[in-house]
């Protein structure tokens, strides 16, 4: 089984022709490459996966460099792997839904904003508009027994 990303799954969310890949050797290589897309702003967002926690220096220059570029940086990380650079940290979760057969249902909660407050949404990705949409708590949904009730 390959971890490889297949970019034809992305279709339902935008067309994978726009995406670039890089693919660094270790993490050293993949912070530079990250670093250097959020600095010249010619993508509008840079995702790296950490395989290692960053230290506080690595993950300012990667704030600095998104900062620079105005370009939205993603870090998918393990829990207890994060940077105290960071200015948010989420969790997101999927929920199982009884109701529906979709499988889209996710909770993202925001445990660290430097610059906000912290929250958390139930979201789903609405494939027909492609973006995500907030979701009410199954007991808020129109036709439940707490919303009627």
Do not use: Y
Not at 5 to 16: D, T, V
Not at 62 to 81: D, V
């Amino acid at each position: 089984m390959s971890d490889t990303l297949m970019p034809q799954g992305l279709l339902p969310i935008f067309n994978p022709a726009r995406l670039l890949l890089a693919r660094p050797k270790d993490q050293t290589d993949a912070l530079a490459v990250a670093e250097e897309a959020l600095k010249d702003g010619a993508l509008p967002f840079v995702v790296i996966e950490i395989t290692r926690p960053l230290n506080l220096r690595e993950g300012r220059r990667l704030q600095l460099a998104a900062k620079a570029g105005g370009t939205t940086g993603l870090c998918i990380i393990s829990e207890g792997m994060g940077s105290n650079a960071a200015e948010t940290r989420w969790h997101a979760a999927s929920i199982f839904d009884t109701q529906s057969e979709d499988s889209t249902l996710m909770r993202w909660e925001i445990k660290k904003n430097k610059s906000g407050t912290l929250g958390a949404w139930n979201v789903r990705w609405d494939q027909k508009t492609r973006r995500v949409h907030v979701v009410s708590p199954v007991g808020e949904r129109p036709g439940s027994a707490r919303a009627s009730g």
